[in-house]
């Protein structure tokens, strides 16, 4: 038993990644870059969540609602601001933006929230845990609802990419944005999409994380942040169902290194699985190569 | 006397360092097949790439059905009814068929879409055989019909054809020409970008050769297949 509630709180901690990976990845396809303030983003989302029930006394799935929406806005100012400006500069250009933009909100947060550290209400604190077997099993209502959120979030985002105009866009963009631009659609609209829904769904994982792991610091992005990225580039950066993937298989390496190795090595094990399948498939689990006919 | 539909006015196009595009004007007459040949590197890619706003000049204007474009964002050039089949195809090649196609209907309104669908398929059968297939599986020649499909279905007044024949066999450039003379007649004005000067000057209204960067030399298709300079230089002869 003890076993499956390891595996289970692995899949909870999984499905956050994942969410997150979703904004890396999705940013990658579209605009051609790793946005690193991405894990940054999630940890605002967390604090407009906190401070949504905490000081305007909002329900709880409002405060959700309210990050999602600040988060939006928040990720296509970045783009807009930070990014759009050094379309065609280089990527090295780009990257050391990005990390620019990452020290910029966790040092905006700072500023904005303090350093002493929040006490996150879970959003399901008035759930009881679930129980299977005889209450052998017991299972938060966090890692219910965290992973039904992904699976959720997964079959949205599989429709719109599959069968709508706007997704169908985005998968050309992504393709070939020169091509893309000869077909009329607009590529800076979507870029800015992609950031929104990126962000929105960074809000998302914010109050996920920290309904399971409640300390809020202005850093709290920061290292999800990296093993969701990690989690991208596992699955094959580009790849929504690669990073889905990616996201739950790094959540419950990680959550079994911490169980049966230790505390201590468990990051050290993540990143080195992470060498070991980029060194055997280096464009991921899922990452496509393409092949050109002429 | 027939309109001017594109005009093209003293364009240079710059790679970084790299001096493209030299000083290029030229005009093409509203349903007319009007041909720009030249070598590899010539320049001829890069001046339909500024046409169509992916590259921008440096002096000089492109003026569209009597509107200064020069400045215009791609996807407002390809509304205003001006788009290119890209030299390489460039079709999406994980997309199916059928999505390519719709997405060479991105600009236009849901209700034309399936009138549009259905004309294509009637001059390209085999888009409609494969209308489900991943477009990565198809043929050259199909890929090149393909390409020519998808730009169909935004209803252009002006398409614009970058090396449509390159590297497909000889019957297949017959067949992409054949096509390419019918569109004419249905109505759409051409501007075909070719290395097979002979095909091209073949079909062609009016004809630049381009070297370099520069038009060097301009007449109708028939005055240039007969013209010794473009004989030696391109037909090989
Ligand atoms: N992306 C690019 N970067 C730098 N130089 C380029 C690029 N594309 C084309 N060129 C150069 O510009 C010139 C014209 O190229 P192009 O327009 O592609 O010629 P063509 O289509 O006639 O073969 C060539 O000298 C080519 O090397
Ligand atoms: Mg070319």
């Known amino acids: 038993m003890t076993f499956l509630t390891y595996l289970t709180s692995g899949l909870g901690l999984g499905s956050v990644y994942a969410i997150i990976a979703l904004g890396y990845t999705m940013v990658y396809g579209i605009a051609k870059m790793l946005n690193f303030a991405h894990g940054d983003v999630i940890m605002v989302g967390a ?35 930070a990014y759009k400006p050094l379309r065609g500069a280089t990527s090295l250009a780009v990257l050391i933006t990005a990390i620019g933009v990452s020290y910029f909100l966790q040092n905006a947060a700072l500023l904005a929230w303090g350093s002493a550290p929040k006490v996150f209400t879970s959003l399901f604190a008035k759930i009881e845990s679930f129980k299977f ?16 959120a992904c699976i959720i979030i997964m079959l949205v985002l599989t429709f719109f990419t599959a069968k709508t105009k706007m997704g169908k866009s985005m998968r050309a963009v992504s393709e070939d944005n020169g091509a893309a631009q000869l077909m009329g659609i607009n590529v800076n609209s979507t870029i800015s999409m992609t950031f929104a829904i990126g962000s929105a769904l960074a809000a998302v994982a914010g109050v996920l994380l920290c309904s399971s792991y409640p300390t809020l610091m202005p850093t709290t992005g920061a290292m999800p942040g990296i093993k969701a990225f990690t989690a991208a580039v596992f699955g094959g950066i580009g790849s929504i169902p690669g990073a889905m993937i990616g996201g739950l298989v790094l959540g419950i390496i990680e959550i079994f290194a911490r169980a049966y190795v230790s505390t201590e090595l468990s990051d050290a094990i993540v990143f080195g699985v992470l060498i070991i399948v980029l060194l055997v498939k280096p464009t991921g689990l899922l990452g496509k190569k393409i092949h050109e006919k002429v | 006397m027939s309109k001017k539909i594109l005009a093209v006015d003293d364009i240079n196009v710059y790679y970084g360092a790299i001096h493209a595009v030299k000083g290029i004007s030229f005009e093409v007459t509203e349903g007319d097949i009007v041909t720009l040949i030249g070598a590899n590197g010539a320049g001829k890619s890069t001046t339909l790439q500024t046409i169509s706003g992916l590259l921008r000049s440096k002096t000089g204007s492109i003026t569209f059905l009597d509107e200064n474009i020069t400045k215009l964002a791609p996807h407002k050039i390809l509304q205003r009814g001006l788009a290119q089949v890209p030299e390489g195809r460039r079709i999406f090649l994980q997309m199916t068929v059928q999505e390519n196609l719709e997405m060479g209907a991105f600009t236009q309104p849901s209700s034309t879409i399936a009138g549009n669908l259905e004309m294509i398929f009637e001059q390209f059968p085999r888009l409609l055989e494969r209308r489900k297939q991943i477009a990565g599986t198809l043929s050259g020649g199909e890929q090149q019909m393909l390409a020519m499909g998808r730009a169909l279905m935004s209803n252009p007044k002006l398409l614009m054809l970058d090396e449509p024949s390159m590297g497909l066999a000889p019957i297949l450039v017959e067949q992409i020409f054949d096509i390419i003379k019918n569109l004419n007649k249905a109505g759409t004005t051409i501007l075909l970008v070719e290395q097979n000067a002979q095909m091209a000057l073949s079909v062609a209204n009016k004809a630049y050769v381009l070297e370099t960067g520069k038009i060097i030399l301009s007449g109708t298709g028939e005055e240039l297949a007969k013209s010794e300079q473009v004989k030696k230089a391109y037909l090989g002869n």
């Open chain 1, 133 to 148: 077997f005889d209450g052998q099993l017991v299972i938060s209502p966090e890692t219910i609802f965290t992973v039904l």
């Open chain 1, 47 to 81: 604090y407009i969540a906190f401070y949504s029930t905490s000081s305007f006394g909002l329900p709880a799935w409002l405060s959700v609602i309210v990050a999602m929406a600040f988060c939006t806005l928040l990720g296509i100012i970045i783009e807009r601001l």
